[in-house]
C-alpha cells in the first residue's frame, strides 16, 4: 500500500460520505480519493468528482461494485444506505482491500458471512461512533479479559413519550434529531432504537461478544460514545466531541491518529453526564433486533428488511410510527430461519422479507 491511500466513497452524497471528503481534502498528503458512487444525486456526485480529481464514478449500489477492483484503491468507504450495501462489503473484503464501514447493514445481514473473511487486524474498521470507540478502548488490551461492552445511546427525539405520543408522531419530528447531523433513514432509525438494535448486532460480530454481554445505556449529551468493561471491575470509556468525523477519520488513519479540524471537548463546560435505562416497553425495535441478532441466521435479514422498508413508508408518509415496530414483529414471526450460507441467498431473505412487509403494511393501511 502506498502512504498516500486511495479511497472509494461509495454513498458520497449522504453525510459520511460528504464527511468523508472533508477528512480527504484535510489530509491530502495521506489520502485521495479514486473514485465515487451515488445512488440519486448525481450532479452533486459530479460536482465533487471535478473537486477531487476524481476519474471513476457510478450510479447505484450494483454500479458501485466495478469501483472496489481498481488497482489504486486501497480503502472503500462503505457509505450505502440499507442492505443494498452487503454486496459492496463482501467484494471489498473478497478483493482483499480495507472496508471502513458505515454500512451497518451489511453486518446485521451478513455478519456471518463477512467476519471471517476480515481476520487482518484493521482490514474492517467500523465507521459508527459506538464501534470506533469500542474498538479503540480494546486497543492493547486480552479479549478474553472484556467481561462487558456498554454500547451508549442519544435516546433519540421522543426520549420520554408515551406510546400514545408515539402514534401521532411525524417524519418532520423524528428528523429533528438533538444530537448527531445524519442521513433520513438512520434518523429515523435512531428515534425508534432499531439504530441501537442494529448496533448491538454490529457489536456482536465486530467484537465477538455474546449478546448478553452487550448492553445498552442511553446517555443523553452524547460525549461517551461507548464503554468496555473489564474482568476486574475497571470501566473504559471513549468520550469525543459529537462529530462523525473523528470516528471517519480514525477509521482511515488506523493505526496512526491525526490532527482533526474539530474543537476538542472542554471539559469545564460540559456540566454533565447522565445515564438511564433504554425504554425497551416503549420503544420495541431494540428488543426486536436483539431477539433477530440471539436466534441469528437469517432472521436478522429478515428483520432489517421490514424495518427499511417500514422506515421508507413512514418517510413518504404512508403509516404511523408505531407500524414500524409492528412490521418488523409481524415479517420476523412469519420468517422460517435457516443458517447463513451466501450473499444470493442473503439478497433472496431480503427481497421476500420486503414483499411480506408491503403486504403487512397495506393490511393495515386497509383497516
Ligand atoms: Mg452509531
Redesign the pocket.
Known sequence: MSSNKGVVVLGSTGSIGRQTLDVIAQHSDRLHAVALACGTRVAEMEGQAARFGVQHTAVGADAALGLIGLDDADIVVNALVGSAGLRASYETLAAGKTLALAN?ESLVVGGDLLMPMAQQPGQLMPI????GAIYQCLLGEDPREVSCLWVTASGGPFRGRTRDELAQVTASDALAHPT?TMGPK?TID?STLM??GL?VIEAHHLFDMPYERIQVVVQPQSAI?SMVEFADGSVKAHLGTTDMRIPIQFALSYPERWDAPVEPLDFRTLGRLDFAAPDTDTFRCLSLARQAGAVGGTLPAAMNAANEVAVAAFLRGDCGFLDIPACVEAVMSSHDTQPVESVDQLEGVDAAAREAACRFLSSVHVA
Open positions: 451497518k459508527d461512533s459506538e464501534h448527531w438512520i435512531s439504530n441501537k448496533e460514545h
